[in-house]
Structures are given as structure tokens and as C-alpha cells.
T-cell receptor, first 113, second 117 residues
Framework: AQSVTQLGSHVSVSEGALVLLRCNYSSSVPPYLFWYVQYPNQGLQLLLKYTSAATLVKGINGFEAEFKKSETSFHLTKPSAHMSDAAEYFCAVSESGGQNFVFGPGTRLSVLP | GAVVSQHPSRVICKSGTSVKIECRSLDFQATTMFWYRQFPKQSLMLMATSNEGSKATYEQGVEKDKFLINHASLTLSTLTVTSAHPEDSSFYIC?????????????FGPGTRLLVL
């Protein structure tokens, strides 16, 4: 069975600081991994996805994530936080690429001026 | 990129009434759509998988007679919350899978906020 954990339900960073949001997964088969962002009262927007190609995945808005099989991790990073990055971030895993998504509990990112 | 719309975006209804939520894939065909429910400050929970032309598959604990799903075409799935009660108030999000996409992924709608009084 698949599962996703996100360490830290709430992360605060200063504007311009490094953003690191953690995601660990468990999967019985090579997984597809996703990061989504959700702004208040809105749906989900895909930031990036890992589909067994390059382990370092670059996404939109300057975000990137690195797939580390040995650590079963897919942490999301951004070198310099912007106020507009404040949102809820969800990591998700899928064993079949397009269905049976399992979402992590989410991490709320706050960016302080 | 692929676009999924939901209508309405917000709905308020009285307890005991039924509410229909539409999910449309605007620029692609979706043989499979998914319905999620999200309570405040919580993650998304899959309710059901909707397959075009066949019955939906419901997750454990989701009442199929309460949450009626119809996927009548390759671009439209509807979720009807029957005899809604205040505990059904939630954020409902649909997603759709592009059947022609080489690398499958789900495209999410903007969500529908339901408030049952």
C-alpha cells in the first residue's frame, strides 16, 4: 500500500530564505510522485512530478524536488521564498501514474516579510 | 495545459435538499474522473473513481446512495449530494485523467465549496 508523510504541518520562512518542504513515501513499486500547491479556497495546481526520468525535477515558480530512492524521499525546495509562495503544499504518490493518488496531510507554508 | 472546470464554485443549500456538482474537462477527453473531499485544514480524501459509461467505484466508507456519480460523456462527470446535511459541508474537488496523455497525470478542478445549513 502507498502512503505519504509530510514532516511539519506548518513551515515558516522569511522572504528570500530557502524553502524546504519534506515528503517521504512508501510504495511497493517504483512510484510516481507529485507536488501540488493549493491557495485558499482554490483547487490544486501541479508544481512538478517525478515519473522515473531524471531524479531532480524542476517545476513551476522556481520549485524543484529531488527523488531519493534510498531515503524514500521527494523533498520540495526553492532557493528564495517569495510572499506569493504562501500556500498549502501537498505531496502525492501514485503507483500507476495517473490514478490511485494518495495525498500527504499537507504543509502550510508561511512567508514572513 | 489541460483545464478542468467545476460548477458551481460555491453553493449554499438547506438541509434535506440535493446538490449537483459538475466537473468538466475542457480541452481533453477523460475516461476517468475522480472525486475528492477536503475538510478544513485537512488533506484530500478520494471519494470515488468515475468511469465513463460505467458505474463509479466508491472508496470504503463512502455511501454510494448519498453521493451519486454520473459520468455520461468523456468530458463531464457529475456528483450529486442527496439529502444533504450540515456534516456534508466540505470542499469537493474533482480531477480528470487525459486518456491520450503519454505520461498520465490527474488535472484538478478549482473545487466546489458546499455549505449545508
Amino acid at each position: 500500500a502507498q502512503s505519504v508523510t509530510q514532516l511539519g504541518s506548518h513551515v515558516s520562512v522569511s522572504e528570500g530564505a530557502l524553502v524546504l518542504l519534506r515528503c517521504n513515501y512508501s510504495s511497493s513499486v517504483p512510484p510516481y510522485l507529485f507536488w501540488y500547491v493549493q491557495y485558499p479556497n482554490q483547487g490544486l495546481q501541479l508544481l512538478l512530478k517525478y515519473t522515473s526520468a531524471a531524479t531532480l525535477v524542476k517545476g513551476i515558480n522556481g520549485f524543484e524536488a529531488e527523488f531519493k530512492k534510498s531515503e524514500t524521499s521527494f523533498h520540495l525546495t526553492k532557493p528564495s521564498a517569495h510572499m506569493s509562495d504562501a500556500a498549502e503544499y501537498f505531496c502525492a504518490v501514485s503507483e500507476s501514474g495517473g490514478q490511485n493518488f494518495v495525498f500527504g496531510p499537507g504543509t502550510r507554508l508561511s512567508v514572513l516579510p | 495545459g489541460a483545464v478542468v472546470s467545476q460548477h458551481p464554485s460555491r453553493v449554499i443549500c438547506k438541509s434535506g435538499t440535493s446538490v449537483k456538482i459538475e466537473c468538466r474537462s475542457l480541452d481533453f477527453q477523460a475516461t476517468t474522473m475522480f472525486w475528492y473531499r477536503q475538510f478544513p485544514k485537512q488533506s484530500l480524501m478520494l471519494m470515488a473513481t468515475s468511469n465513463e459509461g460505467s458505474k463509479a467505484t466508491y472508496e470504503q466508507g463512502v455511501e454510494k446512495d448519498k453521493f451519486l456519480i454520473n459520468h455520461a460523456s468523456l468530458t463531464l462527470s457529475t456528483l450529486t449530494v442527496t439529502s444533504a446535511h450540515p456534516e456534508d459541508s466540505s470542499f469537493y474537488i474533482c480531477s480528470a485523467r487525459d486518456r491520450l496523455a503519454v505520461q498520465e497525470t490527474q488535472y484538478f478542478g478549482p473545487g466546489t465549496r458546499l455549505l449545508v445549513l
